[in-house]
């Protein structure tokens, strides 16, 4: 069921490993899936689904994408046939390779490429899949690796059943994809604590001891997995703390540290996810001048803080993939200088309550890109003076520009899905640097 990145690797496992394949998509396929489907001889549909050839399936691998309220999942869920995630049937066939899995509601992609950024300094054999980097599943069909690391979200980890990362790294929890969830906050943290349910004492959790969500819900799962939390609040036995200015890291007997200033990733949130990271790379018993070599080189991601160029004394950053309140609360909390920011798109449930004091603090004016803003004006129409609506990337461009004075920074960390307006949030990113390069 779905026929993207995840949808497609998975018909390529299944079909080499000698089951029976049929996909089906609901809307149209990329022409790049859709020859390599035809190359492989799977058949496939697109536009629909056919509820008699789906429901004759022994087995169904669903998407991320799709949620649960679907008519066709109901039929399937209804007939009792078993649904499984792409991660899931990559983890069948993966043989004796290791794997490191991240999830959280923010800094998972930046986790992600630091560790894999640190595995290949340090020489290692390794990929990059799932949500970030090619399907897992592909990878394991076309060229397997004995190292994954895995950035892997809640919609995977539901569908889950064997599935086991001997480094499990849960970044932290905070209120995101609610409509997906029932908006139940408490489905979506069970959810999260999924990629430890199959651990067994020889594997490992990293979490974040210093957020309130994890620690209030951490005994109340049975977790069978070495613990290594990692804090900025506190020293801690295992794991990592940092200390005037300090990493320090202990993963049994080994104690490693290295000053914050070596980080190439700047903000407190980053410090997190470089802990997070260099805690992973320690279990594996990588050199401590392998990781400190790659922490100060790690290049930053895409769409994730970029600095787009300096217009006249105005700065711009694309952030678009803050795609929910969180990720732009870390976003407004790393600014120093007067901010305009460009906020909006597909909400989720959002609470923009936890982005109020920053706001009111650093922000001059508010640029909506969406095609319904009437929340983000119910939130700050009262403190702040300045909120336009904008429909394209060039309208909200030019807008900040025109708020914008010398010295100040543009700011696009929209707190929002972006499928009103774009094809995904790289499109959005992608559209608003153009737009900046033509200024």
């Known amino acids: 069921m779905g026929g993207g990145e995840s949808g497609v690797g998975a018909a390529l496992l299944a079909k080499q490993q000698g089951y029976d394949v049929f996909l089906s998509d609901g809307s149209s396929l990329k022409n790049e899936y859709r020859n390599e489907l035809q190359n492989a001889k ?7 689904h056919t509820g008699s050839k ?25 007939k009792g046939i078993d649904i499984i995630s792409e991660v899931e049937l990559a983890y069948r066939f993966k043989g004796s390779s290791k794997i490191i899995a991240i999830t959280g509601s923010n800094g998972k992609t930046t986790t992600t490429a630091l560790i894999y950024h640190i595995c290949k300094t ?26 994954y690391v895995v950035e892997i979200s809640s919609f995977q980890l539901d569908d889950i059943k064997t599935f086991k990362p001997d480094i499990a790294i849960l970044t932290n929890i905070t209120e995101d994809h609610l409509d997906r969830y029932d908006y139940k906050f408490e489905n979506y943290i069970n959810s999260k604590f999924r990629i430890t349910m199959n651990q067994q004492k020889d594997d490992y959790f990293i979490y974040c001891a210093d957020d309130e969500v994890t620690m209030k819900y951490l005994n109340q799962f049975n977790i ?8 900025m609040k ?28 070596d980080f190439a990733l700047k903000g407190k949130h980053n410090q997190y996810n470089t802990m997070a990271a260099c805690v992973a790379a320690t279990t594996l018993d990588i050199r401590k001048d392998k990781i400190r ?39 407004l909390e790393s600014m120093t200088k007067p901010t305009v920011l460009i906020l909006g798109g597909v909400d989720k449930g959002n609470d923009y309550s936890l982005i109020e004091e920053l706001v009111k603090e650093k922000v001059k004016a508010i640029i909506c890109l969406g095609t319904d803003n009437r929340k983000i004006h119910e939130a700050f ?59």
């Open 42 to 48: 799977i058949d496939f549909e697109e536009g629909q």
């Open 54 to 78: 789906i429901l004759n399936a022994d087995e169904v691998m669903k998407s991320p994408g799709i949620p649960e309220k679907a008519a066709i999942v109901k039929k399937i869920r209804t």
């Open 122 to 147: 340090a020489g290692l054999d390794c990929a990059i899949v799932g949500n970030i980097g090619d399907s897992f599943a592909k990878r394991v069909a076309e060229d397997p690796k004995p190292l």
């Open 224 to 231: 069978q997995s070495n613990q290594l939390p990692i804090s």
């Open 234 to 261: 506190r020293e801690l036995p295992n794991g990592a703390f940092i200390k005037d200015g300090d990493m320090y890291i202990r993963t049994g007997q080994d104690f490693t540290n290295m000053s914050v200033f």
């Open 293 to 331: 070599e790659a922490v100060q080189n790690f290049q930053s991601l895409e769409h994730r803080m970029e600095h787009v160029a300096t217009v006249r004394g105005v700065e711009f950053i694309n952030d678009s993939k803050a795609t929910n309140v969180n990720s732009t609360w870390y976003a």
């Open 381 to 439: 129409g009262n403190t702040m003076s300045t909120i336009v609506n904008t429909t394209t990337a060039a309208e909200a461009v030019h807008a900040a520009f025109h708020f914008a004075a010398k010295g100040d920074v543009v700011l696009l960390s929209p707190a929002c899905a972006s499928f009103d307006l774009f094809k995904n949030y790289e499109d959005r990113g992608n559209q608003f640097k153009q737009v900046v390069k033509e200024l």
